[in-house]
């Protein structure tokens, strides 16, 4: 039996189990199972690699997605750009191998969207999935803020939204769990009604096909995208990682 998981906490939420057993029932593939591994604490994951050494292939969640990284024999181009890995493979020497298929499914599902006045970019958030994003604009040269709840070097706060607006943004990216399920009624705090029909907003968040951010984005008449495409593009490629 080839066995895959996700790696996360908590995981009471979870497209992957689903997604993956469904693929595999489609397929025909019967040697294969994924399950939902949820560690308390990144610590926890030598003892957890013991303790399920038949392995294949797993996924790796909120909040693991950087302190994962120390634990692995190595990385992948995209996954040392971002600083963040989302797939690990269990290679046959024993070697595990960082991947970030986010970056991927990402860009294919966001550049189609882009229009010569989306120039400059905010990205709320500062987790895995928000260095993903960023690696693909900058690559695209896209410049970009990151927004946090908490100031730092590199992040403003939404409260200096409310103070200096958007500046040159037209480009809003949610990577944080607002509006996840079951939290669909919560969002980041921004000035909505500095939004306008210039912007594009994108959430990462799956769980629903307009999630409070982009509701409020879309009334303001904001071009808008969740994250459920790019969702299953990472998903198809992890598949073929660790199938290569």
């Not at 024993?94 to 189609?112: A, M, R, T, W």
Request: proline share 5%; net charge negative.
């Amino acid at each position: 039996m080839k066995k895959f998981g996700l790696i996360g906490f908590p995981l009471e939420v979870s497209f992957s189990k689903d997604y993956f057993l469904e693929k595999f029932e489609h397929e025909k593939l019967n040697n294969c199972t994924y399950e939902l591994y949820p560690i308390a604490d990144i610590s926890e994951f030598p003892e957890f690699l013991k303790t399920h050494a038949d392995l294949c292939g797993l996924n790796v969640t909120i909040p693991y997605k950087k302190t994962v990284i120390p634990y692995l024999d190595g990385l992948d181009d995209p996954a040392s750009e971002a600083g963040a890995v989302n797939v690990i493979k269990f290679e046959k020497d024993g070697k595990l191998i960082g991947y970030n298929s986010d970056v991927f499914g990402f860009e294919q599902s966001f550049l189609p969207l882009l229009r010569p006045h989306h120039r400059s970019a905010l990205i709320f958030g500062t987790g895995g999935s928000a260095t993903a994003v960023a690696s693909v604009l900058r690559k695209h040269k896209i410049p970009y803020q990151f927004v946090s709840r908490q100031k730092t070097s590199e992040a403003l706060t939404y409260q200096d939204l409310h103070h200096t607006g958007f500046g040159e943004a037209t480009i809003l990216i949610n990577t944080t769990p607002f509006g996840m399920m079951p939290n669909i009624d919560t969002c980041a705090d921004l000035p909505y009604e500095k939004i306008t029909s210039d912007f594009l907003c994108y959430d990462l968040v799956y769980t629903s096909a307009e999630t409070l951010f982009l509701q409020k984005s879309k009334a303001q008449g904001a071009m808008i995208k969740n994250g459920l495409e790019m969702l299953h593009l990472q998903a198809d490629q992890a598949w073929d990682i660790w199938q290569s």
